[in-house]
């Protein structure tokens, strides 16, 4: 029997994309979710120390994420995604002063590697060769097993670059993981891998259009509602304890339980999970950054690690930031503006604007072979049960193309429709 309704349990990014696929399909669907807003760990609200409104994170997109394409199409997000319009990334290194732009022509054959102004300064074109190793990981491997993790090449492209992907030491992470990523991105050329960032925030790029678009299919969401247990009757979900109440799952309705692993672990009997995470830490700054200040620069020889300048703000993102959770909020903010200071050639005795320091504990599952074993698929041992969430076996890392593309199979799971990503 089809299903006819669907509870969708967390309005992150997944839990968003599968309440519109399935609303677009003409289900009755209802939203829920234990905080505030919606967004999970994609969101954005308003800071009263800085008096903005900011993301909570630095969460890049790329130009050839197709479940990016595809959500931002369905719901009409009319804010566009800011980024160059090739794959250019600058750098700048911190403790020796250099500065250079890496540029990746647009093509699938790599000729950028033979011109060294598109190329990382001091580098040859035989040093990028033991690339190609990367798109072959496999089973248990890391990336240390398959290419040296030592050598400008590594230390000023691969290292802060798969960083950002994988949030997690990059040398002990999956080749598998790194392999399907770098597949879909660099493998296809610049065009496919430039750089996209939510412009001017998140929730105006991502998460308020989906709300407006449910808002006028008739599917509201349900804030401050937090799932205790689930009961099961036989195979299937037979009610959802919320913390309002009980509430039964009619015969004909589905369950898309779009929720952090750890939630998921708790509230599923005998589901596996990845159970290892990484912080990521997430600095802001009130004041409008200097004339001509690229949109984002990578930084070398720092705490900090990307810097992002907005026009009424500058942020910064660290990631596998773990070492960085327990250090008082002012001493980092004092840390991390002095290197953006420098990074932006501000005089050294500029004053600290206002700041916020976030921290994401459990930001991402660690992307290691171990915690990738973990990962469940979106089917369930309950017949009208599915999951969602960037933690899911997606094959991808935890990001946002990966927590879309949960969304929508555990939307055509339910509908019963063939897979576009091919999990489930």
């Known amino acids: ?3 006819a309704r669907a509870h969708v349990v967390g309005a992150g990014l997944a839990g968003l994309n599968a309440a519109t696929l399935l609303a677009e399909a003409g289900l009755a669907v209802s939203l829920s979710d234990s905080a505030a807003r919606a967004g999970g760990r994609c969101r954005s609200y308003f800071d009263p120390s800085l008096g903005l409104t900011i993301d909570n994170g630095n969460h890049l997109v790329l130009a050839s994420n197709p479940a990016v394409k595809a959500f931002r199409e369905r719901i009409g997000a ?7 319009s090739h794959a250019d990334f600058a750098f700048a290194d911190l403790g020796t002063g250099e500065r250079w732009e890496l540029r990746i022509n647009d093509g699938a054959i790599p000729w950028w590697v033979a011109v060294p102004s598109r190329r990382i300064p001091g580098t ?9 190793k990367l798109l072959l990981g496999k089973g248990e491997q890391t990336i240390g097993d398959l290419i040296a993790t030592t050598g400008p090449v590594w230390d000023r492209m691969l290292a802060p670059v798969l960083l950002a992907v994988l949030n997690t030491d990059v040398a002990s992470s999956s080749a598998v993981l790194a392999a399907n990523v770098l597949k879909e991105t660099l493998a296809k050329g610049g065009l496919a891998s430039a750089p996209r960032i939510a412009m001017p925030t998140l929730g105006a790029a991502f998460i308020d259009p989906a709300i407006a678009w449910l808002g006028g299919k008739g599917c509201d969401l349900a804030t401050g509602r937090r799932l205790k247990a689930i009961k099961t009757e036989a195979n299937r ?4 304890v919320w913390n309002d109440g009980e509430e039964a799952v009619s015969p004909d309705a589905a369950v898309v339980l779009a929720v952090p692993a750890w ?9 596996s999970v990845p159970d290892d995470h990484r912080a990521i830490v997430n600095a802001h700054f009130a ?3 200097p004339k001509g200040a690229p949109e984002m620069l990578g930084l070398l020889n720092a705490t900090s690690e990307w810097l992002f300048t907005h026009p009424d703000r500058v942020s910064v993102t660290i990631s596998a930031a773990d070492h960085l959770v327990d250090i008082p909020r002012e001493d980092l903010a004092r840390t991390i503006w002095a290197e953006v200071a420098q990074a932006l050639g501000l005089p050294a005795d500029t004053p600290l604007p206002p700041w916020q320091i976030v921290k994401e504990k459990r930001a991402t599952f660690a992307a290691t072979p171990a915690q990738e074993r973990l990962r469940p698929g979106q089917r369930t041992a309950f017949t009208n049960l599915f999951l969602a969430g960037d933690w899911v076996d997606t094959g991808l890392p935890a ?16 509908l019963g429709q063939r897979l576009v990503y091919g999990r489930g």
């Open 263 to 271: 939630v998921a672990g708790d509230l599923v009997p005998g589901l």
């Open 78 to 84: 009319t804010e566009p995604l800011a980024g160059p």
């Open 1 to 3: 029997m089809g299903f």
């Open 287 to 289: 004041c409008a950054p």
């Open 124 to 132: 040859r074109m035989a040093d990028y060769l033991p690339l190609g």
């Open 399 to 414: 990001t946002i193309e990966g927590a879309l593309r949960s969304g929508d199979t555990a939307a055509r799971l339910v």
């Open 237 to 240: 979900v037979s009610a959802l």
